[in-house]
């Protein structure tokens, strides 16, 4: 019945366009006014049988799914991609300039760590809040942005708008080096080592140790926050995550990407940013690689062989992969998880996504749409505004920060 009516209603609103925008005498009489409507309907057909679907949510804990379908519903509602750019690439690509930029302002904090680098983070403090003006118990999120991304990032911004309605504090995790502090030493970030990571989340919690505390990650970030959880376990400040568009299998995600056609479009333009990013850095880092060398890497692959695997110690870019991909370290998992992925994800191979080992960790719940791209999830005739990531990040976060004590009591 609602597929019917969506029907109904996206056919009706077709018509009414296309009769105000083409005229009867189109070609000379009424056919290709016909001609369009008919496509326009055989299109929105299409639309509404093929491409707009429930999500498929995988969790073994059949109370964590109940908590989820009463707390986060839009896990279990139909996703409706933008009608005129459904597809995996073009979400992806289209995302970054459709997409608005609230405006945050950020209060920077520098930390230094053990081995005498500084870490940059970007705290929105929310100080405004109506609904936790006591900002020692204010729930705080930590968000970690993607492989090159800052608190700059417009999925960022939209994480921390979706917050401040909500009355929580934020603060962006920055990798070494790329949110233009210098390199104290000649180390940068993988998604394998989670030192920095644990770094920041013991400083943030011994800043606030009476407020709730979630993390966000966003693609390596979030595969960064999952292999941290991998190794803690319960052993963490952290009362749960969320995690979108992480790369699950690492060896799966380059392959996808050195295919010719996500070659051109992803993997060349990444590869020239992750160089950009150590330029800056160039004499900080020839004391100890070949930064001509690195420079001449065409892929991901061969930079991460060059520079990534070499700089934290890794025998072989094997070694390295095999380390950074959060599948093997999933069933250690000791938190309430929700991870959400698209399976036409083209830096995330939906035949990676590890299914059956998240069934055997009842903390886990995978959320896997048809349709979405790498953090695209577009979603409304134009999209700008909200996508449907950052409905399920809202609702998760308020879920587990005002309910989730239903979660741990069961």
Known sequence: RRWAMDWQVLTRELSLYLESQVRVGLFGSGVGLSLVLGFGVAYACYYLSSIAKKPQLVASNDRFC???????PVVTETYYPTIWCWEGRVQTLLRPFITSRPQVEYRNELIKTADGGQISLDWFDN???LYYPDAST??????LPGLTGTSKESYILHMIHQSETLG???VVFNNRGIAGEELLTPRTYCAANTEDLEAVIHHVHDLHPSAPFMAAGVSMGGMLLLNYLGKTGRDTPLMAAAIFSAGWNVFESVESLEKPLNWLLFN????????SSISRHRQMLEKLFDMDLV???RTVREFDKQFTSVMFGYRTIDDY?????PCRKLKSVGIPVLCLNSVDDVFSPGHAIPVETAKQNANVALVLTSCGGHIGFLEGIWPR?????DRVFKQFVQAMFEHGNKIFSM
């Not at 204010?138 to 968000?143: E, G, K």
């Open 168 to 170: 929580y504090r934020c």
């Open 321 to 325: 992969y095999e380390d950074a991909s």
């Open 385 to 389: 505004k909200c996508t449907y990531m």
């Open 66 to 72: 109940r908590f989820l379908e009463e707390h986060c």
């Open 138 to 143: 204010r729930p705080t999120v930590l968000l």
């Open 295 to 297: 420079m001449k890497a």
């Open 127 to 129: 100080n405004d809040s």
């Open 268 to 275: 060349y333009y990444l590869t020239t940013c992750l160089q």
